[in-house]
């Protein structure tokens, strides 16, 4: 069964970098059928999408975080990543990745646990 | 983008019962139509793809249909363990969006 898990710091200060690790076990991430996400959400504005990334680097971003975020793929790890540069507090939230289901029209169908950041000073 | 409106944003049902929870989109979609469920403290889980297809291991008792700028999911004689948040969620070839969610609690 193929799991997701999230890893990163649970706080980092306002104009910081904010730096998260997806690790995949129980099976590949080098799939050409699947594509992996990062997902946020927060109590006001709910589940937000982030950004998706294929094995191959193939990768695609929410147009409005798009300037300060980097989604990355290491396949030798079996791991992908989220860069989000110059926090605030509006970035406080659950960060969640996931994995797009294949034939699934763009549905998630696994998601690790989450892990919660806050942004503070 | 596509904004992704549920309505209601919460309601309250007795076991038993027939719930339906509306998705509009602001412009028209496919079929890249998700529904979730979500408890607390849990990530969500997909329970519909495709706007009809079950997820294996879902309930029968879920259910998604619509079309164009509109989408419902019904929940047919409501369980104990339906209780939760559910979101809608828009997939159109390169970028998603969610719905802001409804709460189902129970009467």
């Known amino acids: 069964q193929l799991q997701l898990q999230e890893s990163g710091p649970g706080l980092v200060k306002p104009s910081e970098t904010l730096s998260l690790t997806c690790s995949v076990s129980?099976?590949?991430?080098?799939?050409?059928?699947?594509?992996w996400a990062w997902i946020r959400q927060t109590p006001g504005k709910g589940l937000e999408w982030i950004a998706r990334i294929h094995y191959t680097g193939s990768n695609y971003y929410n147009s409005s975080l798009k300037s300060r975020v980097t989604i990355s793929v290491d396949p030798s790890r079996n791991q992908f990543s989220l860069t989000l540069r110059s926090v605030t507090a509006a970035d406080t939230a659950i960060y969640y990745c996931?994995?797009?289901?294949?034939?699934?029209?763009?549905?998630?169908?696994?998601w690790g646990r989450g892990t919660m950041v806050a942004v503070s000073s | 983008d596509v904004q992704m409106t549920q309505s209601p944003s919460s309601l309250s049902a007795a076991v038993g019962d027939r719930v339906t929870i509306t998705c509009r989109a602001s412009q028209s979609v496919d079929s890249g139509l998700a529904w979730y469920q979500q408890k607390p403290g849990r990530a969500p889980k997909v329970l519909l793809y495709?706007?009809?297809i079950l997820e294996s291991g879902v309930s029968s008792r879920f259910s998604g249909s619509g079309s164009g700028t509109e989408f419902t999911l019904t929940i047919s004689n409501v369980q104990p363990d339906d209780f939760a948040t559910y979101y809608c969620q828009h997939y159109n070839g390169v970028s998603y969006a969610f719905g802001q969610g409804t709460k189902l609690e129970i009467k």
């Open positions: 996931a994995r797009r289901g294949h034939d699934y029209g763009g549905a998630f169908d696994i």
């Open positions: 495709k706007v009809s």
């Open positions: 129980g099976g590949s991430i080098s799939s050409s059928l699947h594509y």
